[in-house]
Protein backbone atom coordinates (compact mmCIF):
# COMPACT_ATOMS: atom_id res chain seq x y z
CA UNK A 1 0.00 0.00 0.00
CA UNK A 2 2.76 2.09 1.24
CA UNK A 3 4.56 2.38 -2.55
CA UNK A 4 1.11 3.16 -4.44
CA UNK A 5 0.72 6.17 -2.27
CA UNK A 6 4.35 6.91 -3.74
CA UNK A 7 2.80 8.43 -6.94
CA UNK A 8 0.81 10.70 -5.38
CA UNK A 9 2.28 14.71 -4.09
CA UNK A 10 -0.91 14.70 -1.60
CA UNK A 11 -1.15 11.81 0.01
CA UNK A 12 -4.61 12.85 2.02
CA UNK A 13 -6.48 13.86 -1.19
CA UNK A 14 -4.64 11.85 -3.40
CA UNK A 15 -3.61 14.46 -5.60
CA UNK A 16 -7.66 16.41 -5.48
CA UNK A 17 -9.15 12.80 -6.37
CA UNK A 18 -10.67 12.21 -2.64
CA UNK A 19 -12.69 15.12 -1.13
CA UNK A 20 -12.56 15.11 2.91
CA UNK A 21 -15.76 14.73 4.69
CA UNK A 22 -16.36 17.68 7.21
CA UNK A 23 -14.06 17.59 10.23
CA UNK A 24 -11.94 15.39 8.58
CA UNK A 25 -8.23 16.55 9.11
CA UNK A 26 -4.48 14.88 8.40
CA UNK A 27 -4.10 14.27 11.98
CA UNK A 28 -7.22 12.56 12.55
CA UNK A 29 -6.72 10.52 9.55
CA UNK A 30 -3.10 9.64 10.94
CA UNK A 31 -4.16 8.70 14.15
CA UNK A 32 -7.10 6.33 12.96
CA UNK A 33 -4.42 4.76 10.93
CA UNK A 34 -1.89 4.59 13.91
CA UNK A 35 -5.06 2.24 16.15
CA UNK A 36 -6.21 0.66 12.95
CA UNK A 37 -2.51 -0.92 12.38
CA UNK A 38 -1.82 -1.08 15.61
CA UNK A 39 -5.00 -3.32 16.42
CA UNK A 40 -4.64 -5.31 13.30
CA UNK A 41 -0.94 -6.37 14.24
CA UNK A 42 -2.67 -7.65 17.67
CA UNK A 43 -2.34 -4.68 19.87
CA UNK A 44 -5.46 -5.24 22.95
CA UNK A 45 -4.47 -1.48 23.72
CA UNK A 46 -4.84 -0.35 20.20
CA UNK A 47 -7.95 -1.72 19.73
CA UNK A 48 -9.76 -1.12 23.09
CA UNK A 49 -8.25 2.65 21.72
CA UNK A 50 -10.32 2.49 18.65
CA UNK A 51 -13.41 0.88 20.06
CA UNK A 52 -13.58 3.40 22.52
CA UNK A 53 -12.76 6.03 20.22
CA UNK A 54 -15.16 5.07 17.60
CA UNK A 55 -18.28 4.89 20.20
CA UNK A 56 -17.34 8.59 21.67
CA UNK A 57 -16.24 10.62 18.94
CA UNK A 58 -15.91 11.00 15.07
CA UNK A 59 -13.32 8.81 14.50
CA UNK A 60 -16.05 7.04 12.01
CA UNK A 61 -15.62 9.39 9.17
CA UNK A 62 -11.43 9.71 9.58
CA UNK A 63 -12.21 6.23 9.40
CA UNK A 64 -13.55 6.33 6.21
CA UNK A 65 -11.35 8.46 4.69
CA UNK A 66 -8.66 6.34 5.36
CA UNK A 67 -10.43 3.46 3.97
CA UNK A 68 -10.94 5.70 0.46
CA UNK A 69 -7.03 6.51 0.79
CA UNK A 70 -6.74 1.96 0.47
CA UNK A 71 -9.34 1.92 -1.95
CA UNK A 72 -8.51 4.42 -4.76
CA UNK A 73 -4.81 3.51 -5.54
CA UNK A 74 -5.95 0.19 -6.38
CA UNK A 75 -8.50 1.00 -9.14
CA UNK A 76 -6.28 1.00 -11.92
CA UNK A 77 -5.02 -2.82 -11.13
CA UNK A 78 -8.98 -3.46 -11.14
CA UNK A 79 -9.58 -1.45 -14.55
CA UNK A 80 -6.99 -3.59 -15.75
CA UNK A 81 -9.28 -6.00 -17.43
CA UNK A 82 -11.22 -3.82 -19.32
CA UNK A 83 -8.37 -2.19 -20.46
CA UNK A 84 -8.03 -4.47 -23.31
CA UNK A 85 -11.65 -4.12 -24.23
CA UNK A 86 -12.36 -0.43 -24.57
CA UNK A 87 -10.85 3.11 -24.52
CA UNK A 88 -11.50 5.70 -21.30
CA UNK A 89 -13.12 9.24 -21.91
CA UNK A 90 -14.12 11.05 -19.22
CA UNK A 91 -17.13 13.38 -19.96
CA UNK A 92 -18.78 16.58 -18.23
CA UNK A 93 -22.32 15.03 -17.24
CA UNK A 94 -25.05 13.06 -17.93
CA UNK A 95 -26.29 13.84 -21.17
CA UNK A 96 -25.66 11.67 -23.80
CA UNK A 97 -21.91 11.79 -25.44
CA UNK A 98 -21.22 13.41 -28.96
CA UNK A 99 -17.79 13.76 -30.99
CA UNK A 100 -18.19 16.68 -33.25
CA UNK A 101 -16.61 15.74 -36.72
CA UNK A 102 -14.65 12.81 -35.51
CA UNK A 103 -17.81 10.36 -36.63
CA UNK A 104 -18.72 12.58 -39.48
CA UNK A 105 -17.86 12.17 -43.37
CA UNK A 106 -14.38 14.34 -43.36
CA UNK A 107 -14.92 16.79 -40.82
CA UNK A 108 -15.74 20.15 -42.48
CA UNK A 109 -17.42 21.04 -45.58
CA UNK A 110 -17.67 23.69 -48.25
CA UNK A 111 -15.65 25.44 -50.65
CA UNK A 112 -12.57 24.70 -48.55
CA UNK A 113 -12.07 21.44 -49.21
CA UNK A 114 -12.54 19.42 -52.27
CA UNK A 115 -14.50 16.16 -53.09
CA UNK A 116 -12.00 13.75 -51.05
CA UNK A 117 -11.71 16.08 -48.15
CA UNK A 118 -8.58 17.47 -48.78
CA UNK A 119 -7.91 21.29 -48.29
CA UNK A 120 -8.34 23.44 -51.26
CA UNK A 121 -5.68 25.49 -53.37
CA UNK A 122 -5.31 29.20 -52.65
CA UNK A 123 -4.70 31.30 -56.01
CA UNK A 124 -1.89 33.74 -55.03
CA UNK A 125 -3.69 37.11 -53.67
CA UNK A 126 -6.89 35.26 -52.86
CA UNK A 127 -9.27 35.15 -49.89
CA UNK A 128 -9.47 31.62 -48.66
CA UNK A 129 -12.39 29.66 -48.86
CA UNK A 130 -14.67 28.70 -46.23
CA UNK A 131 -15.74 26.02 -44.76
CA UNK A 132 -18.30 24.95 -42.15
CA UNK A 133 -17.48 22.58 -39.17
CA UNK A 134 -20.29 19.55 -38.90
CA UNK A 135 -22.78 19.88 -36.51
CA UNK A 136 -21.94 17.04 -33.53
CA UNK A 137 -23.25 13.39 -34.00
CA UNK A 138 -24.37 11.14 -31.07
CA UNK A 139 -23.08 8.28 -30.35
CA UNK A 140 -24.90 4.97 -31.49
CA UNK A 141 -25.28 4.25 -27.68
CA UNK A 142 -24.15 5.68 -24.24
CA UNK A 143 -24.53 5.21 -21.04
CA UNK A 144 -23.89 7.19 -17.55
CA UNK A 145 -25.13 5.96 -14.29
CA UNK A 146 -24.88 6.05 -10.67
CA UNK A 147 -24.39 3.20 -9.09
CA UNK A 148 -24.11 1.93 -5.94
CA UNK A 149 -25.52 0.90 -2.35
CA UNK A 150 -25.41 0.98 1.37
CA UNK A 151 -23.70 -1.59 4.02
CA UNK A 152 -24.89 -1.60 7.08
CA UNK A 153 -22.85 -3.45 10.25
CA UNK A 154 -24.49 -4.37 13.14
CA UNK A 155 -23.70 -3.17 16.99
CA UNK A 156 -23.55 -6.76 17.24
CA UNK A 157 -20.79 -7.27 14.28
CA UNK A 158 -18.95 -4.09 15.55
CA UNK A 159 -18.45 -5.36 19.42
CA UNK A 160 -17.63 -8.57 17.83
CA UNK A 161 -14.85 -7.92 15.42
CA UNK A 162 -14.46 -4.24 14.42
CA UNK A 163 -11.08 -5.01 12.89
CA UNK A 164 -12.48 -7.91 10.84
CA UNK A 165 -15.64 -5.94 9.44
CA UNK A 166 -13.32 -3.25 8.61
CA UNK A 167 -10.41 -5.06 7.02
CA UNK A 168 -12.66 -6.73 4.82
CA UNK A 169 -14.52 -3.66 2.93
CA UNK A 170 -11.69 -2.09 1.19
CA UNK A 171 -11.05 -5.53 -0.94
CA UNK A 172 -14.92 -6.26 -1.26
CA UNK A 173 -15.23 -2.44 -2.63
CA UNK A 174 -12.45 -3.06 -5.02
CA UNK A 175 -13.90 -6.04 -6.51
CA UNK A 176 -16.93 -4.26 -6.69
CA UNK A 177 -15.81 -1.79 -8.61
CA UNK A 178 -13.79 -3.99 -11.32
CA UNK A 179 -17.17 -5.60 -11.96
CA UNK A 180 -19.45 -2.49 -12.71
CA UNK A 181 -16.41 -1.08 -15.32
CA UNK A 182 -16.72 -5.04 -17.08
CA UNK A 183 -20.60 -4.72 -16.80
CA UNK A 184 -21.11 -1.30 -18.28
CA UNK A 185 -18.79 -2.08 -21.15
CA UNK A 186 -20.45 -5.24 -22.14
CA UNK A 187 -23.85 -3.92 -21.89
CA UNK A 188 -22.54 -1.39 -24.53
CA UNK A 189 -20.49 -4.35 -26.40
CA UNK A 190 -23.71 -6.05 -26.02
CA UNK A 191 -25.89 -3.11 -28.14
CA UNK A 192 -24.15 -4.13 -31.72
CA UNK A 193 -26.72 -5.30 -33.84
CA UNK A 194 -24.39 -5.98 -37.18
CA UNK A 195 -23.99 -9.73 -37.18
CA UNK A 196 -20.84 -11.50 -39.65
CA UNK A 197 -22.58 -11.60 -42.94
CA UNK A 198 -21.45 -14.35 -46.15
CA UNK A 199 -18.19 -13.38 -47.32
CA UNK A 200 -15.50 -14.50 -50.00
CA UNK A 201 -12.47 -15.39 -48.51
CA UNK A 202 -9.27 -14.25 -50.81
CA UNK A 203 -8.98 -17.99 -52.11
CA UNK A 204 -12.60 -18.22 -53.43
CA UNK A 205 -14.15 -19.73 -50.59
CA UNK A 206 -17.42 -18.61 -49.60
CA UNK A 207 -18.40 -18.58 -45.40
CA UNK A 208 -21.42 -19.15 -43.85
CA UNK A 209 -23.73 -16.28 -42.43
CA UNK A 210 -23.17 -15.94 -38.05
CA UNK A 211 -20.21 -18.66 -39.16
CA UNK A 212 -18.80 -20.63 -35.57
CA UNK A 213 -15.28 -19.32 -34.80
CA UNK A 214 -12.55 -20.50 -36.32
CA UNK A 215 -9.71 -19.17 -37.90
CA UNK A 216 -11.35 -19.04 -41.48
CA UNK A 217 -14.19 -17.14 -39.37
CA UNK A 218 -12.22 -14.70 -38.28
CA UNK A 219 -10.43 -13.70 -41.62
CA UNK A 220 -13.65 -13.64 -42.61
CA UNK A 221 -14.68 -10.96 -40.11
CA UNK A 222 -11.88 -9.11 -41.09
CA UNK A 223 -13.09 -8.46 -44.79
CA UNK A 224 -16.59 -8.64 -43.41
CA UNK A 225 -15.01 -5.22 -41.54
CA UNK A 226 -13.09 -3.73 -43.73
CA UNK A 227 -15.45 -3.54 -46.35
CA UNK A 228 -18.50 -1.90 -43.98
CA UNK A 229 -19.04 1.83 -44.34
CA UNK A 230 -19.46 4.57 -42.51
CA UNK A 231 -21.34 7.89 -44.73
CA UNK A 232 -20.04 5.96 -47.81
CA UNK A 233 -16.32 5.41 -46.26
CA UNK A 234 -15.04 1.95 -46.17
CA UNK A 235 -13.94 1.34 -42.63
CA UNK A 236 -10.20 -0.26 -44.37
CA UNK A 237 -7.90 -2.53 -41.94
CA UNK A 238 -7.29 -1.98 -38.49
CA UNK A 239 -4.07 -2.71 -37.15
CA UNK A 240 -5.07 -5.23 -34.42
CA UNK A 241 -8.33 -6.69 -33.21
CA UNK A 242 -10.27 -8.22 -30.36
CA UNK A 243 -11.68 -11.59 -30.21
CA UNK A 244 -14.01 -12.25 -27.37
CA UNK A 245 -15.23 -15.46 -27.10
CA UNK A 246 -17.16 -17.41 -24.41
CA UNK A 247 -15.02 -19.02 -21.19
CA UNK A 248 -13.72 -22.36 -22.13
CA UNK A 249 -12.96 -21.35 -25.92
CA UNK A 250 -9.85 -19.55 -26.29
CA UNK A 251 -7.70 -22.72 -26.07
CA UNK A 252 -9.67 -24.67 -28.81
CA UNK A 253 -9.52 -21.42 -31.26
CA UNK A 254 -5.43 -21.10 -30.73
CA UNK A 255 -5.27 -24.50 -32.21
CA UNK A 256 -7.70 -23.93 -34.84
CA UNK A 257 -5.57 -20.99 -36.40
CA UNK A 258 -2.07 -22.88 -35.53
CA UNK A 259 -3.43 -25.86 -38.27
CA UNK A 260 -5.19 -23.67 -40.24
CA UNK A 261 -3.23 -22.94 -43.64
CA UNK A 262 -0.96 -25.67 -42.66
CA UNK A 263 0.50 -27.82 -46.06
CA UNK A 264 1.25 -31.14 -46.16
CA UNK A 265 4.69 -31.75 -47.07
CA UNK A 266 7.38 -34.26 -47.89
CA UNK A 267 10.88 -34.44 -47.43
CA UNK A 268 13.23 -37.46 -46.86
CA UNK A 269 10.13 -39.52 -47.67
CA UNK A 270 8.43 -37.85 -44.14
CA UNK A 271 4.81 -36.27 -44.19
CA UNK A 272 5.27 -33.15 -42.29
CA UNK A 273 2.92 -29.98 -42.02
CA UNK A 274 4.34 -26.78 -42.86
CA UNK A 275 2.39 -23.20 -42.30
CA UNK A 276 1.51 -21.78 -46.01
CA UNK A 277 3.17 -18.15 -45.26
CA UNK A 278 0.33 -16.95 -48.42
CA UNK A 279 -2.55 -18.06 -46.06
CA UNK A 280 -1.21 -16.87 -42.57
CA UNK A 281 -0.68 -13.18 -44.42
CA UNK A 282 -4.16 -13.15 -44.38
CA UNK A 283 -4.43 -13.36 -41.27
CA UNK A 284 -5.20 -10.30 -39.11
CA UNK A 285 -3.47 -9.35 -35.75
CA UNK A 286 -5.71 -10.04 -32.85
CA UNK A 287 -5.84 -11.17 -29.13
CA UNK A 288 -8.70 -13.78 -28.43
CA UNK A 289 -10.44 -12.44 -24.52
CA UNK A 290 -12.45 -15.17 -22.90
CA UNK A 291 -15.43 -13.65 -21.49
CA UNK A 292 -18.19 -14.84 -19.38
CA UNK A 293 -21.00 -12.28 -20.60
CA UNK A 294 -20.67 -14.20 -23.96
CA UNK A 295 -22.22 -17.34 -24.38
CA UNK A 296 -23.17 -20.85 -26.50
CA UNK A 297 -21.48 -20.10 -29.90
CA UNK A 298 -21.77 -16.29 -29.69
CA UNK A 299 -18.59 -14.23 -30.50
CA UNK A 300 -17.60 -10.76 -31.77
CA UNK A 301 -14.59 -8.94 -33.53
CA UNK A 302 -14.00 -5.39 -33.32
CA UNK A 303 -10.87 -3.26 -33.35
CA UNK A 304 -8.53 -3.00 -30.04
CA UNK A 305 -9.02 0.23 -28.30
CA UNK A 306 -6.39 3.02 -30.14
CA UNK A 307 -5.88 0.69 -33.27
CA UNK A 308 -8.43 2.93 -35.25
CA UNK A 309 -8.04 6.61 -35.90
CA UNK A 310 -11.72 6.66 -34.60
CA UNK A 311 -12.36 5.63 -31.26
CA UNK A 312 -15.45 2.39 -31.29
CA UNK A 313 -15.88 1.41 -27.28
CA UNK A 314 -15.11 3.55 -24.31
CA UNK A 315 -15.44 3.56 -20.60
CA UNK A 316 -16.86 6.44 -19.14
CA UNK A 317 -16.40 8.58 -16.65
CA UNK A 318 -18.06 11.70 -14.94
CA UNK A 319 -15.21 14.74 -14.63
CA UNK A 320 -14.38 15.33 -10.96
CA UNK A 321 -16.09 11.81 -9.94
CA UNK A 322 -13.47 9.30 -12.13
CA UNK A 323 -12.97 7.36 -8.58
CA UNK A 324 -15.23 5.83 -6.21
CA UNK A 325 -16.33 7.09 -3.10
CA UNK A 326 -17.09 5.71 0.18
CA UNK A 327 -18.94 7.77 3.25
CA UNK A 328 -20.45 6.87 6.95
CA UNK A 329 -23.75 8.10 7.52
CA UNK A 330 -24.44 9.62 11.61
CA UNK A 331 -27.46 9.55 12.77
CA UNK A 332 -27.54 7.92 15.71
CA UNK A 333 -29.52 10.52 17.76
CA UNK A 334 -28.20 12.51 20.73
CA UNK A 335 -28.24 11.72 24.44
CA UNK A 336 -30.56 13.64 26.97
CA UNK A 337 -28.96 16.72 27.96
CA UNK A 338 -27.51 17.44 24.26
CA UNK A 339 -24.71 14.64 24.33
CA UNK A 340 -24.11 13.36 21.02
CA UNK A 341 -24.42 9.32 20.55
CA UNK A 342 -21.32 8.11 18.60
CA UNK A 343 -22.19 6.55 15.69
CA UNK A 344 -20.70 2.67 16.59
CA UNK A 345 -23.46 2.90 19.23
CA UNK A 346 -25.58 1.90 16.72
CA UNK A 347 -28.41 4.17 14.16
CA UNK A 348 -31.72 5.73 15.89
CA UNK A 349 -33.96 3.35 13.91
CA UNK A 350 -31.97 0.23 14.40
CA UNK A 351 -28.37 -0.61 15.94
CA UNK A 352 -26.68 -0.46 12.49
CA UNK A 353 -24.15 1.78 11.44
CA UNK A 354 -24.03 2.24 7.69
CA UNK A 355 -21.04 2.85 5.13
CA UNK A 356 -22.40 4.29 1.19
CA UNK A 357 -20.55 3.69 -2.00
CA UNK A 358 -21.14 5.15 -5.10
CA UNK A 359 -19.36 4.71 -8.30
CA UNK A 360 -20.88 6.87 -11.23
CA UNK A 361 -19.39 5.03 -14.62
CA UNK A 362 -20.83 4.20 -18.46
CA UNK A 363 -19.68 3.11 -21.30
CA UNK A 364 -20.24 4.44 -25.27
CA UNK A 365 -20.49 1.96 -28.59
CA UNK A 366 -19.79 5.21 -31.34
CA UNK A 367 -21.19 2.99 -34.22
CA UNK A 368 -21.98 -0.28 -34.27
CA UNK A 369 -20.46 -0.86 -37.68
CA UNK A 370 -17.18 -1.31 -36.17
CA UNK A 371 -18.35 -4.78 -34.74
CA UNK A 372 -18.72 -7.77 -36.12
CA UNK A 373 -20.60 -9.58 -34.39
CA UNK A 374 -21.39 -13.44 -34.80
CA UNK A 375 -24.41 -15.94 -33.35
CA UNK A 376 -21.78 -18.55 -34.27
CA UNK A 377 -24.83 -20.75 -35.45
CA UNK A 378 -24.08 -20.85 -39.47
CA UNK A 379 -27.10 -19.64 -40.42
CA UNK A 380 -28.31 -15.69 -41.05
Given at each position: ??????????????D???????G??????????????????????????????????????????????????????????????????????????????????????????????????????????????K???????????????????????????????????????????????????????????????????????????????SA??????????????I???????????????????????????????????????????????????????I??????????????????????????????????????????R???????????????????????????????????????????????????
Amino acid sequence: MENLLEQYKNQFTLDGKLKPQPGVTKEKVKEAKRLFTGAQAGSYVAEGQLKELFSSTDLSFSMAHLLNIDLIPQLPKEAEQVENLAGYRLVKDFNPVVLRSIIGRDGVEGAGVDSRGAAAVVPEGTPYPIVTVKSDEESFYSKLSKRGFAFDLTFEAIINDLIGELEGLPTEFLKTTGKTYYAEVFDALEKAGQFLESVTLPNGESTVPNAPVSAAAIIAAAVAYENRAINGNKLGAASSYNVIVPKGRKRFLDYDILQYGRIIQVQDGNLTLAPDSAIQALFPSIEIIESDRVTGSEWYFYPKPGSTSRPVLERLGLRGYETPEIRVRNDQGFYPGGGQVGMWQGGFVADTASYRYRLITGAVLWDDTFVVRSKGTGQA
